[in-house]
């Protein structure tokens, strides 16, 4: 029995060869491509043939690159394995490549017999991550990902875009929603929106030459039966429906705690915006904020196309649709000033949206700065539309009383 107790014996450990061999650095060569790296977490054996129902032969390898000249760096590695529906793809911008990685990779490829220790550099020195995919054409699948490795520059704007309406200030919250008003032109489904806009403002000017109010009047659509102010010019002929939503400035403006500026906005509007905090209505303040906004646009447009106003006017910005219908309705194409015609077309315009805002009884004061009249011009302006004037207090005020009445044109008798 002998030993009978004893521990069985270790086995010995082989004697580690040591071999010093020569290093060579192998540098990049941007005009070939380098090897790629991957492993499988999977667990697959690329070399095993057990995979795919037992079939023999080896797997099939294929490299994709971006077509683009641009992305020419951006690598897809696909492993077929033979006889299986299954393939491992790897990328170079998915998955665990883009997360940070703290260190760099080379390949290190020993030969005993010359005793060199080659270091050649890997393909964008990462690792490919080799996940399992099901189909028939991995990389028309992959492709997308490819694409979409790196955000374009539209695509990090609306993402930044995203981030300031959710955590931004209120201020350049009111800021970024203007300029994204005045950039709608440049979107292909605000150009279809903006062509359907444009032709509701043809159908709205044979609308007016078909209406009853005479050509020698050049005033805005009226209804002459009407039995209230507010039907005499409707303001649905005026502002028409899609333009609402592009004259909301004003309001962004107070909701974001900000003042009106007299050197952005007219006398006319300055003076009364203290009527939208004092309108308890939603309805009426919008639509209130929404006819100064207007206002304003008639009269920079007007000062754009003068030869007296166009230095005050020449960074105010008027949306597309609006400035589409204005150059429609009153610009010559001949010149770049208005016609006298044209002028007077704007200005009634612009009064009848004072008399609404006004509540059909204004003091013509404010206005007549901003159309750089004369208060004689303004009240033949008002008159011209059907109003009447009275003093109240020593104020001189216009007021629209109904049925429209206009004035009769004078001819001068022959001697």
């Not at 393909?123 to 996940?131: G, P, Q, S, T, V």
């Amino acid at each position: 029995m002998d030993g009978a107790g004893a521990s069985p014996a270790k086995p010995k450990k082989r004697p580690r060869e040591k071999l010093t061999a020569a290093i060579h650095v192998v540098p990049d060569n941007p005009d070939k491509i380098a090897p790629l790296v991957a492993y499988f977490p999977s667990g697959f054996d690329p070399s095993s043939s057990l995979l795919g129902g037992g079939g023999s032969g080896e797997a099939r390898v294929t490299v994709y690159r971006h077509s683009s000249s641009k992305w020419s760096k951006r690598l897809q590695l696909v492993v077929r394995p033979p006889e299986s529906g299954v393939a491992f793809v790897g990328s170079s911008v998915s998955g665990e490549r883009t997360s940070t990685e703290y260190c760099s990779y080379r390949l290190g490829v020993l030969d005993k017999e010359s005793r060199t220790l080659r270091i050649v550099p890997i393909a964008r020195d990462k690792i490919f991550r080799l996940e399992p995919r099901v189909g028939s054409d991995i990389a028309d699948e992959e492709h997308s990902e490819l694409v979409r490795g790196e955000l374009s520059a539209k695509e990090k704007a609306d993402k930044v875009r995203e981030l300031n309406l959710l955590f931004g200030t209120k201020r350049s919250v009111t800021q970024d929603k203007k300029m994204q008003s005045l950039r709608q032109e440049d979107d292909p489904n605000s150009q279809e929106d903006l062509d359907r806009k444009i032709k509701e403002v043809a159908m709205y000017k044979e609308d007016h030459e078909s209406t009853d109010s005479h050509p020698a009047h050049n005033i805005p659509p009226y209804n002459s039966s009407a039995t209230v102010p507010k039907d005499a010019y409707p303001i649905e002929k005026i502002i028409l429906k899609g333009e609402w939503d592009y004259i909301k400035d004003i309001l962004q403006l107070l909701e974001a705690g900000e003042k009106v500026s007299p050197d952005a906005y007219p006398t006319f509007v300055c003076n009364r915006i203290h009527k939208l905090g004092e309108t308890q209505d939603e309805m009426e303040k919008e639509t209130l904020g929404c006819i100064f906004s207007y206002i304003n646009h008639l009269i920079k447009f007007k000062d754009q196309h003068s030869a007296d106003g166009a230095s005050s006017a020449k960074n105010h910005k008027t949306p597309s649709i609006l400035r589409q219908k204005f150059s429609t309705m009153f610009s010559n194409t001949e010149s770049k000033w208005l016609p006298s015609e044209k002028i007077d077309l704007l200005i009634s315009y612009v009064l009848v949206l004072t008399l609404i805002a006004d509540d059909f009884r204004t003091d013509p004061t404010d206005v007549s700065k901003d159309l750089r009249m004369s208060l004689v011009t303004t009240r033949q302006h008002f008159e011209h539309l059907g109003c009447k004037f009275s003093r109240e207090n020593n104020v001189l005020y216009a007021k629209l009383p109904v049925p429209l009445k206009f004035p009769e044109l004078r001819r001068r008798r022959r001697r």
